[in-house]
Every structure is written in structure tokens, then in C-alpha cells.
């Protein structure tokens, strides 16, 4: 079973075709890099994955759940996949600590003893356990990143979606959070990445796909959409 599967879906703003028959298959364990012009619909398409869009037409399976049957509970999705955003949407309000563990408790009831051991653990995975205690607004872009995706992971999740995860970042920041990012990857986690950094979907994508006017135009295996023609 692939672990996310859309069969011709379509999703309309109003008259406006964002995705376009989309057909997609990502496997278990597989990293994907979405590429395409701005305004392609790369967002839409990956939100789409975890319900944060819904869309018009076809069938999105997650994990086995079919998106487009109410019965579905979205949010086990998103227990399922986690998801990265390009301005870290972390809460300013709480440390670092508490970000990473607000979830888990609220949502899995995380015994308290064992959140808190995951979320330092997870914080020396990403290269921040030094700032546990701060705040958000005391950290750099970079730093910010690399706790939201130690908050994606506390949450056990069987993919992980990121939306520009580097775009909002001083360049010096970018290679922190990407080799995050292929450490999480060489791990196993499946893996669906919109970017520009070409050098990550080349060193670390198994597929890449081109998007452009909401149609999937390629879909190749790395080696081969980086192959000099
Ligand atoms: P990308 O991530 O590739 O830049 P998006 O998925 O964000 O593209 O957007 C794809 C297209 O859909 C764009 O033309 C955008 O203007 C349009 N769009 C995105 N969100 C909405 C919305 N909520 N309502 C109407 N149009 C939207
Ligand atoms: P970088 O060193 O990656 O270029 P910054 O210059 O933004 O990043 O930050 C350098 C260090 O200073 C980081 O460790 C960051 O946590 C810390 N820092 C940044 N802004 C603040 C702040 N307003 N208060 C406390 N510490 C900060």
C-alpha cells in the first residue's frame, strides 16, 4: 500500500483549476521534491495531503484513509503527517520545550516523564538542545525551523510534508535545517518537500516532480530529472 496515492484529483479556487488530475503515488519510505514555477500550486497540492485543502474531484488515500469519505477523522491524518511550514508557525508564547511537547500531551497523552525525554532527544537531533528554555523570538530562522521539525516528529508521524522549509531563511541558515532534513530522510521518514534547493533534491530525492498550472508534467526518479540531456 503506497502510503499517499492521488487518483485524479482536482481542486478548484472557485473557477480557478489548482490542481489539475493530479495522479501521485508515494511510497513508503520514499522522499519526493515537488518543484515548479511560484504560483504552480506545489502549497495546495501538499496541504492537500493532510486536509489543510480539500478538493473537488477524485480520491486521496493517506495511510490507508480515503480523504474524500466524511467518516474520515482528519485529525489521525495529521497524527499520520506532519507538516513543516516555510515561517515555522511555532507558539511564541511557549518555550521550546513546550512547543515540541504541547501536542503530544494534548493529543497522544504522552506521559509527562516520557514527552519530555522525546523532546530533548529530538532537540539533540536537530542541533538545539542548548535552547530548551528559550523562547521562540530568542532564536534564529534556522534554529526556529529546526524545532519545528523536532515538534513534527514528537508526534510520531509516518510522513512528513514541508512547504518551503527553507525560503524564509538567511542563506547561512539553510544547510542547518537541510541537513536535518537528510539526516530524517536517510532515517526512513517518507517525505514530501517543496523547495528550490536543487542541490537537496539531487543529493537526497528519490523523485522529482515538475508542476506547473496545477498538471503534474514530470515525474522521474532523481538521477534521471537531473541527468544532463
Ligand atoms: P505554489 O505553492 O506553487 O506557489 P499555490 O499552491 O500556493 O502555488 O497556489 C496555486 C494557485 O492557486 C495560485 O495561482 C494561487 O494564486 C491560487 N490560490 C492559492 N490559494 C488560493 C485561495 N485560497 N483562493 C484562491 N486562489 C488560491
Ligand atoms: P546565526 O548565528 O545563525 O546567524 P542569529 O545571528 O540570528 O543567527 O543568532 C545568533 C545567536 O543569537 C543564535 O544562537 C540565537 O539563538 C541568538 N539570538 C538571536 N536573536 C536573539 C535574541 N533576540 N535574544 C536572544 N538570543 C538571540
Known amino acids: 500500500m503506497a502510503m499517499i496515492e492521488f487518483k485524479n484529483v482536482q481542486k478548484y479556487y472557485d473557477k480557478f483549476h489548482a490542481l489539475n488530475n493530479i495522479n ?3 511510497d513508503k519510505g520514499e522522499v519526493v521534491v515537488v518543484v515548479g514555477p511560484s504560483g504552480s500550486g506545489k502549497s495546495t497540492l501538499i496541504r492537500t495531503i ?17 480523504l474524500a469519505d466524511k467518516k474520515t477523522d482528519l485529525n489521525q491524518i495529521r497524527k499520520d503527517v506532519g507538516m513543516v511550514f516555510q515561517h515555522f508557525n511555532l507558539y511564541d508564547n511557549k518555550t521550546v520545550l513546550e512547543n515540541i511537547m504541547l501536542a503530544p500531551k494534548l493529543v497522544l497523552k ?3 516523564k516520557e514527552n ?12 538545539v538542545a542548548d535552547k530548551a ?3 521562540p523570538r530568542q532564536l534564529s530562522g534556522g534554529q526556529k525551523q529546526r524545532v519545528a521539525i523536532a515538534r513534527s516528529l ?10 518551503e522549509p527553507t525560503s524564509a ?10 541537513n536535518v532534513m537528510k539526516k530524517i530522510a536517510k532515517e526512513g521518514m517518507t517525505m514530501v518537500v517543496v523547495t528550490h534547493e536543487m542541490g537537496f533534491a539531487r543529493e537526497v530525492a528519490d523523485r522529482v516532480i515538475f508542476i506547473d498550472n496545477g498538471q503534474i508534467l514530470e515525474d522521474e526518479k532523481a538521477d534521471i530529472f537531473f541527468k544532463a540531456p
Not at 519530555?116 to 542541533?127: C, I, P, Q, S
Not at 508526534?155 to 512547504?163: G, I, R, V, Y
Not at 531563511?169 to 537541510?178: A, H, K, Q, S, W
Open 116 to 127: 519530555e525525554e522525546m523532546a530533548m532527544r529530538l532537540l539533540k537531533t536537530v542541533g
Open 169 to 178: 531563511l538567511d542563506p547561512e541558515m539553510i544547510d542547518d535545517v537541510l
Open 133 to 135: 528554555g528559550s523562547y
Open 50 to 66: 493532510n486536509g489543510l485543502e480539500d478538493f473537488t474531484e477524485g480520491q486521496l488515500l493517506v495511510n490507508g484513509y480515503d
Open 110 to 112: 504522552r506521559d509527562p
Open 24 to 26: 501521485l503515488k508515494v
Open 154 to 163: 514528537a508526534m510520531k508521524p509516518k510522513a512528513l510534508l514541508f512547504d
